[in-house]
């Protein structure tokens, strides 16, 4: 980090600080078994991601997924559903489908914070460090941050479904640094994807690091941590540097 007058820290929420346990795949297995032929989670997980990767194809980046498909949100997960059952050929019915699996992925059950995250923020809160959450989600993101215990550390979480823009527009990370109050150069967002975070953190001024749990980018020229809790010997050394 070449920041020397640290004020805060944004972070991403999916990947980052937060997780799905079941997986999608195994959620939503288990919901297309209840409408119609078994299915395994081995069989739905890849579907899913390459739906979800044909989804995001239909808007460019940076902007709003869920206004790519008239209706907004839901219409976009139904969009989303259908295209799972068409990979699938699967008989189930799209609309219960939907709403049985938009109400489990609300279920504070399915999600869980990583085991670092929340000593680190309390870290990082007790270092006076300002925190944020920047995240490409839908409307019912701060819902499950309050669920998991998380959301009042916070002082601003921006979602991009209620702005309109998502991540990598540097718009959606000045908007925040606006509530914030604060510089892009005071700042560093911490996030798991290398386009929408790290790269749209960097063109929108702020500093960057990449949250590699898996060691995926390790032969990329990124800023890696494996683990929240690296970031604050990171921190230490920017606040205390030369």
Not at 33 to 41: D, E, I, L, T
Request: hydrophobic content about 40%; overall charge negative; aromatic content about 10%.
């Amino acid at each position: 980090m070449t920041t020397n007058h640290l004020a805060a820290i944004t972070f991403d929420a999916g990947g980052t600080m937060i997780y799905c346990d079941p997986s999608p795949g195994e959620i939503y297995a288990h919901h297309l078994s209840r409408f119609g032929r078994p299915v395994q989670a081995e069989e739905v997980g890849p579907i899913f991601r390459d739906a979800w990767a044909a989804m995001q194809r239909q808007s460019a980046p940076g902007q709003d997924r869920y206004a790519s498909v008239a209706g907004g949100e839901l219409a976009w997960w139904g969009a989303f559903v259908r295209e799972v059952l068409r990979r699938l050929d699967h008989d189930a019915p799209w609309e219960p489908l939907l709403e049985d699996l938009y109400a489990a992925f609300c279920e504070a059950s399915v999600w869980r914070i990583y085991p670092e995250t929340m000593s680190t923020l309390e870290a990082l809160a007790g270092r006076g460090i300002r925190l944020a959450v920047i995240s490409n989600w839908d409307r019912r993101l701060p819902d499950i941050l309050r669920s998991l215990e998380i959301f009042e550390i916070f002082e601003t979480v921006t979602v991009s479904s209620v702005e309109g823009v998502e991540k990598p527009s540097s718009e959606i990370f000045h908007r925040t640094l606006e509530r914030l109050g604060i510089s892009a150069g005071e700042t560093i967002h911490i996030g798991d994807s290398p386009l929408e975070d790290y790269a749209g953190a960097e063109t929108a001024g702020l500093g960057a690091a990449l949250i590699d749990r898996h060691n995926l980018f390790a032969n990329e020229p990124y800023r890696r941590i494996s683990s929240l809790n690296e970031i604050l010997g990171i921190i230490d050394t920017s606040m205390t540097g030369p």
